[in-house]
């Protein structure tokens, strides 16, 4: 996490859907992928713009976004609460702006047996 | 003659300070090199440097910006900003301080860009390898990822000047533009 000049206006990019089929930590899943090619030249780092979810028969519970997973998980933003069946939006000024210069990732709390949490995060990129 | 100086100040990117077959007179220190440019192209805005993690209220050890170097017979020409909430301190070459008061050292600060949007107060030039280094300080209560440098400007290649010229220009009858690239020390 960093803290943003407001002079690095970066590159809106959205990221794929992603499911999230097991909860917990350990079972954190990458969201978006920063881009890390070596012979890219400057080092890059995402802050969350939106965020959609899809719950599908899941129950209602929280999704945690951060980097990492398991004891290597960094969380960046409060839990979410997700309705089951619901899809939820959560536009850019309803996200704190936080910087990751690592992969997102996500995990559910909990899961009803056979559900499972669409998500998709819309990121700006900047460096 | 076009209207080309050093630390010129405009709306958009920057001008050279010199065009193809122009005069430049480049100083490095106590040095004073006669040039002229035989070559020139622009440096689109690009990373420079990313100075990594910086703890909270911590000043970064000096560090050579080695893509900020230049080839034999060339200088460039930099304006810079830094996309991380750090100070800057500049150092052209490595041991001698840029933006020098008598009492302290100026850092490029994360209200420079704002406050001065053509970035002319952070107008450098590099004379070939020179070692133009930084250092960065974090004064506030939290730490940074990273610290990342962008850098734009012009790269000049030059050629020695004749001895004929070089004494016209010290005698003011061929026009040179001047350059300078290193700090100085006081005195």
């Known amino acids: 996490m960093s803290i943003l000049t407001g002079y690095d206006k970066g590159v809106r990019i959205p990221g794929p859907v992603t499911n999230l089929a097991a909860a ?3 079972n954190a899943v990458v969201i978006f992928q920063i881009s890390n090619f070596a012979q890219l030249l400057g080092t890059k780092s995402v802050i969350i713009k939106r965020i959609k979810m899809w719950n599908n028969a899941a129950g209602n519970t929280t999704v945690i976004i951060g980097t990492g997973a398991g004891i290597g998980f960094a969380q960046l933003l409060v839990p979410l609460y997700i309705i089951n069946g619901m899809t939820d939006d959560y536009p850019e000024g309803d996200i704190v702006e936080v910087e990751a210069f690592l992969d997102i990732t996500a995990y559910p709390t909990a899961l009803l047996a056979g559900g499972s949490i669409d998500i998709q995060v819309e990121v700006e990129e900047i460096g | 003659m076009p209207d080309l100086y050093a630390f010129k100040a405009q709306i958009g990117m920057f001008d050279p300070v010199a065009l193809q077959d122009h005069n430049v007179c480049i100083h490095y220190l106590q040095e ?4 002229q440019v035989d070559f020139f192209e622009s440096l689109p805005p690009f990373q420079c440097i990313n100075l990594g993690a910086l703890a909270a209220q911590t000043r970064g050890a000096r560090t050579p910006v080695v ?4 080839a034999d017979d060339e200088f460039a020409l930099f304006r810079w900003y830094c996309l991380d909430n750090a100070q800057i301190y500049l150092f052209l070459p490595g041991g001698v301080a840029k933006f020098e008061l008598r009492n302290i050292q100026i850092p490029y600060d994360y209200k420079t860009l704002q ?3 053509n970035l002319v107060s952070t107008e450098f ?6 070692r133009p280094s930084v250092e960065a300080l974090n004064g506030m209560d939290y730490a940074l990822a990273a610290v990342r440098i962008i850098a734009m400007g012009y790269r000049f290649h030059t050629l020695l000047l004749p001895k004929e010229t ?3 220009i010290k005698g003011g009858r061929e026009p040179c533009v001047h350059v300078w690239a290193s700090g100085r020390g006081q005195g």
């Open chain 2, 125 to 130: 030039c590099v004379w070939e390898i020179n």
């Open chain 2, 32 to 35: 004073r090199h006669y040039r």
């Open chain 2, 166 to 168: 070089v004494e016209a």
């Open chain 2, 67 to 70: 893509n900020l170097e230049m």
């Open chain 2, 115 to 117: 406050r001065d949007p």
């Open chain 1, 24 to 26: 917990l930590v350990a």
